[in-house]
């Protein structure tokens, strides 16, 4: 493209020639006249600096502008934006090109009389017209570029998500041992425990119960209230703790207590809990993990966790570098493009997360 933009340049300069000739009389006496000639082009010597501005609007707009622009709610704003921008490029070009034919010499300097610079600031504004066909041009070709380029990724995420969901599924499918039989058991269970007095174990069974039936029966939605997201992981801190004593591990889990019709794809929190649980609980250590879960202007979800990091301790049996993190990651990627913020910090003994979601 850059090369056929290039011709059209110099085809344009090659047709702004033009030739200056001045009839002088070097002989008074026999009146002999003689004619010199002088040759301008007017752009073929400033091609390739056009051609610089044209690709900086090119790429500018591709990889950054656009990029910007589609964050804006506001078509007006983006529409007035991007003519903004190709004017102080295409002005630019304009005023620099024509500052650098001012002070392009002239050889051979034999009419000083007939202002040769002008003569081509002249022929410069002359074809402008021209010019900035090839400008809008340009800006056209890169409003192609970048949307159908958008429009390949779209196509390339939608068909990894659709094979990752039928991974998944399938997955599913393959681990699902008869839940009617599982669910009997644990009543089963659920019933022993409280015939025995034992309350704690009777409630621990009853949510690993309320667990398994919501990823069974209710995960496989693409999204689900986060009322029920907040209950499942209400469910997991409960049962984690379990497996220590009450001083060694304290949870403190704040989060909305009057939540409002949002929905948010399941189990997509569950793996940064899990993550505190193993990496920041130590046996025999006074521990405290702090979550939240918070709703910005109705339509930002924000979850947070941040624990204490024991993982140097179990680095001797454990090398996964985390439980479901690249998973999550790769979720978050495939169902909110572009919506998310994840930032993970890990700083002296402190290991902390941050997860933005817009679901709209």
């Not at 309350?199 to 690993?208: C, T």
């Given at each position: 493209m850059w090369g056929a933009v290039l011709y059209v340049l110099s085809a344009i300069g090659a047709s702004n020639t033009f030739e200056v000739r001045v009839k002088t009389i070097h002989n008074p006496v026999n009146n002999a006249v003689f004619f010199q000639r002088h040759?301008?082009?007017?752009?073929?010597?400033?091609?390739?600096?056009?051609?610089?501005?044209?690709?900086?609007?090119?790429?500018?707009?591709?990889?950054?502008?656009?990029?910007?622009?589609?964050?804006?709610?506001?078509?007006?704003?983006r529409v007035a934006a991007a003519a903004l921008w190709f004017g102080?490029?295409?002005?630019?070009?304009?005023?620099?090109?024509?500052?650098?034919?001012?002070?392009?010499?002239?050889?051979?300097?034999?009419?000083?009389?007939l202002a040769l610079q002008n003569i081509v600031n002249d022929k410069w504004?002359?074809?402008?017209?021209?010019?900035?066909?090839?400008?809008?041009?340009?800006?056209g070709a890169s409003v192609a570029y970048f949307f159908s380029k958008a429009w390949v990724n779209n196509e390339l995420i939608r068909k990894q998500l659709a094979a990752h969901q039928l991974s998944t599924e399938i997955k599913f499918l393959k681990s699902q041992i008869n839940p009617h039989f599982l669910f009997n058991t644990l009543n089963n269970l659920f019933s022993m425990a409280q015939g025995n007095g034992n309350?704690?174990?009777?409630?621990?069974?009853?949510?690993?119960?309320e667990m398994m039936r919501y990823m069974i029966y209710e995960s496989n939605a693409e999204s689900v209230p986060l009322s029920?997201?907040?209950?499942?992981l209400k469910n997991s801190i409960v049962l984690?703790?379990?497996?220590?004593?009450?001083?060694?591990?304290?949870v403190?889990?704040?989060?909305?207590?009057?939540?409002?019709?949002?929905?948010?794809?399941?189990?997509?929190?569950?793996?940064?809990?899990?993550?505190?649980f193993k990496h920041g609980v130590a046996i025999n250590q006074s521990s405290q993990i702090d979550i939240s879960i918070s709703v910005l202007d109705g339509k930002s979800i924000i979850f947070t966790c941040e624990n204490k990091d024991y993982g140097f301790i179990r680095k001797m049996d454990d090398s996964d570098g985390g439980i479901g993190l690249e998973n999550v990651k790769r979720r978050l990627e495939l169902v909110y493009p572009g919506k998310y913020d994840l930032a993970i910090n890990k700083e002296d003994d402190k290991y902390s997360v941050m997860l933005k979601i817009n679901p709209e």
């Open positions: 040759t301008v082009r007017s752009l073929q010597p400033f091609s390739f600096f056009i051609i610089g501005f044209l690709m900086l609007l090119f790429y500018s707009n591709v990889f950054w502008l656009f990029e910007k622009l589609l964050k804006w709610k506001n078509g007006y704003k102080i490029i295409f002005f630019a070009d304009y005023f620099i090109v024509g500052f650098l034919q001012d002070f392009k010499p002239v050889k051979p300097v034999i009419f000083p009389e504004r002359h074809i402008q017209l021209e010019i900035l066909l090839i400008f809008l041009f340009i800006m309350e704690e174990l009777a409630d621990g069974i009853s949510k690993l119960s029920k997201e907040i209950e499942y984690n703790k379990l497996r220590y004593a009450d001083e060694e591990v304290k403190i889990f704040n989060y909305p207590e009057h939540l409002q019709d949002l929905n948010i794809a399941p189990m997509i929190f569950i793996p940064f809990v899990e993550n505190a």
